[in-house]
């Protein structure tokens, strides 16, 4: 069964403090790898789509990278206005579209 | 240009009510996805519709419905309301039924049954 897994559940950092989030997934051949961001009470906003291992992405203070077996979400000095859930999600490369969401990791950046 | 469109965005039912709630993809978009997300869990598949054909179900029961509209517009349907039906409904539209194509959410309707 293909699923996702993300830890952890929830990270505090301080300001400028370095981490590392991490997504596993199964999934019966992988056609792309998504991570979002979800502020509360609104829908996920797009951060990145990774496609095949070794595959890296960057975005201002965020860094997405691909193995076969994981993705990890690389926050290089975060600031307060970073916390927010993030979300993992894949698609697999036979069957329907749909997106296979993991739970989420709720980050806290303290100032 | 304007997001995915979600509306209303909170909505309050008795249980054995029945809701609908509609969303409008960015202009261009083709493929409308709907999700359930629970508090504290990720968004779940409920359907994905291209140019007005259902491409996907998830395991949801029949009392869940959509459809697909001309202008590429959706409706989510669900009859007989549960408590556990309480949850953000979101919607997501992409230009089209290709995997690389990444999807757009709306900010959703939160549905509470009462």
């Known amino acids: 069964e293909d699923q996702v897994t993300q830890s952890p559940e929830a990270l505090r950092l301080q300001e400028g403090e370095s981490s590392s989030l991490n997504c596993s997934y199964t999934?019966?051949?992988?056609?792309?790898l998504f991570w979002y961001r979800q502020d509360p009470g609104k829908g996920p906003e797009f951060l990145f789509t990774l496609y095949s291992a070794g595959e890296e992405k960057e975005k201002e203070r965020l860094k997405a990278t691909l193995t076969k077996k994981e993705s990890f979400l690389h926050i290089t000095a975060p600031k307060p206005e970073d916390s927010a859930t993030y979300l993992c999600a894949v698609q697999a490369s036979s069957g329907t579209y749909k997106y296979i969401f993991g739970t989420g990791t709720r980050l806290k950046v303290l100032a | 240009d304007a997001g995915v469109t979600q509306s209303p965005t909170h909505l309050i039912k008795t249980r054995g009510q029945h809701v609908t709630l509609r969303c409008s993809p960015i202009s261009g978009h083709k493929s409308v996805s709907w999700y359930q997300q629970v508090l504290g869990q990720g968004p779940q598949f409920i359907f994905q519709?291209?140019?007005?054909?259902?491409?996907g179900r998830g395991n949801f029961p029949d009392r869940f419905s959509a459809r697909q509209f001309p202008n590429y517009s959706s409706e989510l349907n669900v009859n007989a309301l549960l408590l556990g039906d309480s949850a953000l409904y979101l919607c997501?539209?992409?230009?089209?039924?290709?995997?690389?194509?990444?999807?757009?959410f709306g900010s959703g309707t939160r549905l509470t049954v009462v």
């Open positions: 519709y291209y140019e007005k054909e259902e491409r």
């Open positions: 999934v019966s051949g992988l056609r792309g």
């Open positions: 997501a539209s992409s230009l089209g039924d290709s995997p690389n194509y990444g999807y757009t």
